[in-house]
């Protein structure tokens, strides 16, 4: 990941890095590296994202189209 600073304003570029990071999800996958999580509980929460992913597309999908 590449962030230029521009005339010495560090402040504006760690707030492009933050962004860009969030936009990644670094964040978040930090946050889960912390601890060890077991396989069973990767997969489980794997689907549990995937299945709130689908819904949100699929509720996106109805108020623009229509069903």
Do not use: C, H, I
Not at 12 to 26: F, P, T
């Amino acid at each position: 990941m590449y962030v230029s600073v521009r005339d010495n304003n560090v402040d504006q570029a760690l707030r492009v890095l933050k962004k860009k990071m969030q936009r990644e999800g670094m964040f978040r996958e930090m946050k889960n590296r912390r601890a060890y999580e077991k396989p069973s509980e990767r997969k489980a929460r794997e689907m549990a994202e995937n299945t709130r992913r689908v819904r949100k597309l699929m509720r996106k999908r109805l108020e623009r189209e229509g069903y």
